[in-house]
């Protein structure tokens, strides 16, 4: 499948201050993007993106008529556009609000201001993500993979699952915590599982505890995908045998690399 270029995609931008619109869309057409539909709300955002099927949604936090939360998570319950791809673009910094964002999928969260680098990042990560290019794993017998997705939020397990199937993995299971993931992994073999950090009833840490320590399959590759930040928790994850450790929001090329070191061995 030929890959998509940046200057094909089609971009809906929810952003109140026309300055503020004016820069993202000069920052896209550096990066030779010239599809923009600019919206100034929401709800504005939400019927573009149901008339015109927008490969790519920007926003800022702040909106006047919701929030870019919101707005994400209407897009990810909607019928026809839940995986349109997200990029939150905000001087926002506190984890509380930036957090459900994290969970819901997206393609990046960027500074205001922001860098070009940031920026060609996020949008290489969506053509990554749209892309659904079987060869991205071109030297893994795909059709053979077995994964297990372990997050308590559904959407973060839909994004995830989501970016394993771009990448060729079509057998996915998926748990909401750690508890229904060792029921699942003591049923089944998996070639590798990906675990968020924080759960309820058993987190990511005790799983991989448990795997490493009491399961039938040992040696498993487990990867963590996660918004947790403290440095602690993530060096006692490392120690307890983590195969890798990726932040929400990811790169699907820097998961397609991890998936690959894993299952090669």
Known sequence: MTQLSLSQLLVVVAEPSQTQRRIINSALANNGITHVLECATGEDALANIASETPDLVISSMYLPDMT???LVHKIRNSDNHADTPFMLISSETR??????IRQAGVVGILPKPFSDTELRTALNATVDFIGESNDLLDDVDVDSLHALVVDDSPLARKHIGRVLQSL?????????????????????YYDFIVTDYNMPHMDGK????????KSS??????????????????????QSGVS???DKPFEPSMVRDIVRKMVNG
């Open 68 to 70: 870019g939360t919101d």
């Open 95 to 100: 984890f509380r609000y930036l957090d459900p």
């Open 168 to 188: 060729g993995v079509q057998n996915i299971d998926k748990a909401e915590n750690g508890v229904q993931a060792l029921e699942m992994i003591e049923a089944h």
């Open 206 to 213: 005790e799983l991989l505890e448990h795997i490493r320590q």
């Open 217 to 238: 399959q040992a040696s498993l590759p487990v990867l963590m995908v996660t918004s947790e930040n403290n440095e602690n928790r993530l060096a006692a994850v490392q």
């Open 244 to 246: 890798a450790i990726c």
